[in-house]
C-alpha cells in the first residue's frame, strides 16, 4: 500500500486541522489504515486505528474525545479531524497500513507493512 499524508501546518492551541491519508496499490480488505505520531526525541505514538472494512476504531487516550477519525472509501482516503489541539500534540503524523491486526495490536508500529512520509503538525501561539 502506498500512502500520502497531507494537512499539516501550525495551529494555536485550541484550534483544529484536518490530516488526509491518500492510500493506493492494491485491495485493502484486511488492511487497518492508523496514524502514528513523532515528537522530537521521543519515540513513535500510536493515535488511531481502523480496520478499512469496518469495525471498532481505537484512539489513544491521550487523543480521545478531541480527534476523530472517518474514511472515504471512494476516494480510498482516511482523515484524521483533531480539534482542541494542545502543544504536546506538536509532532510528524505518519498514516500507516498494516494487514491482519486485530484490536490489541494496533497501536504496535511494528505491526505495520507500510509508511507514508509524514506531515508535520505544529500546535503553538
Known amino acids: 500500500v502506498q500512502l500520502q499524508a497531507s494537512g499539516g501546518g501550525l495551529v494555536q492551541p485550541g484550534g483544529s486541522l484536518r490530516l488526509s491519508c491518500a492510500a493506493s496499490?492494491?485491495?485493502?480488505?484486511?488492511?487497518?489504515l492508523a496514524w502514528f505520531r513523532q515528537a522530537p526525541g521521543k519515540e513513535r505514538e500510536f493515535v488511531v486505528g481502523?480496520?478499512?472494512?469496518?469495525?471498532?476504531?481505537k484512539f489513544a487516550d491521550s487523543v480521545k474525545g478531541r480527534f476523530t477519525f472517518s474514511k472515504d472509501k471512494a476516494k480510498n482516503h482516511v482523515y484524521l479531524q483533531m480539534s482542541s489541539l494542545k502543544p504536546e500534540d506538536t509532532a510528524v503524523y505518519y498514516c500507516?497500513?498494516?494487514?491482519?491486526?486485530?484490536?490489541?495490536?494496533?497501536?504496535?508500529?511494528?505491526?505495520?507493512?507500510?509508511w507514508g512520509p509524514g506531515t508535520q503538525v505544529t500546535v503553538s501561539s
Open positions: 496499490g492494491r485491495t485493502f480488505t484486511d488492511v487497518t
Open positions: 500507516a497500513a498494516g494487514r491482519r491486526l486485530i484490536t490489541s495490536t494496533m497501536s504496535d508500529p511494528s505491526r505495520y507493512d507500510d
Open positions: 481502523s480496520r478499512w472494512s469496518g469495525g471498532s476504531t
